[in-house]
């Protein structure tokens, strides 16, 4: 499955996923839809009621993928031309949050059926590789997913975080005192402070993220902001972009191999 039919699909989805809230929209306040109210069980019969609720069981998931999504269409694109990527797709979903039961082996299953064969990216203690470009997996409570590339000799690093549970103490076990006065956020700093350790491939990554110095931090867009990471004491360097939601802070990092 290519990025297209991925991308298709979420859009169906989502589009679907309105409808059902219309629909229970129209079973809550029929007269808004210029239907007699329904107050008798022929009437609920004609309505097709049942039909409607098991519709609505079945794609909750869906419904609950556009309200915790901190990512919409344009900014995908939008973070895809900050990062000078050809070919680059972000995939949230609510089933892969970090409370759902089995979120890490769902959301690595979906990765072998679309993105790889090979068993071995069904492995949790090995990083996900792709035959060619570079994934990347983060969660949040909110919902999960993952960064994805196919463009070669990319590497990418994706973290996702809640703002309201960033804390200044915790931020700066890891960060510099001008980390923290030049970040636009506490959370800002930290999911980029993640996104670049993971871009970083084996053998170039640090042991530990406090090795990692992210500055260069620059406004782009109504929420977005890019900047720079590099490993201390290193010659290596990732360029990343942050974008800043009401509820979650996303971040992705490219390190381009030399």
Known sequence: ????????????????????????????????????????????????FKVQIQRIREHIGEIMNVANNPLN????????????????????RDEW?????????LIRRFLFEN????????DLSQRPLLPQGSV??????L????????VPGVSLGFDIEENERMREQVVARVSSSEELET?????????????????????????????ISVNSWKKADDGFYTC?????????RAQGVVLINHRQTLSVFRYTES
Request: hydrophobic letters at 40%; glycine letters at 4%; aromatic letters at 8%.
């Open 115 to 122: 993105f790889s064969a090979d068993k071995s990216i069904l």
């Open 228 to 236: 720079e990471a590099q490993i201390n004491s290193h010659s290596a």
């Open 1 to 48: 499955m290519n990025f297209k039919d991925v991308t298709q699909r979420e859009l169906r989805l989502q589009e679907q996923s309105y409808k059902l809230l219309l629909s229970l929209s129209i079973l809550i306040s029929p007269e808004a839809s210029g239907r007699p109210p329904l107050r008798t069980a022929s009437q609920l019969c004609d309505f097709d």
């Open 97 to 105: 949050k970090s409370t759902a039961l089995d979120y890490r082996d």
């Open 143 to 150: 919902c999960g997913g993952f960064a994805i590339t196919t």
């Open 183 to 211: 970040a636009p956020s506490l959370a800002a700093l930290w999911a980029a402070k993640e996104a670049a350790f993971k871009s970083f491939p084996k053998g170039v990554q640090p042991p530990v993220m406090s090795s």
């Open 136 to 141: 990347s997996v983060s969660h949040s409570s």
């Open 73 to 92: 269409e344009n900014q995908e694109q939008r973070m895809k031309s900050l990062l000078g990527l050809a070919h680059f797709q972000i995939l949230l």
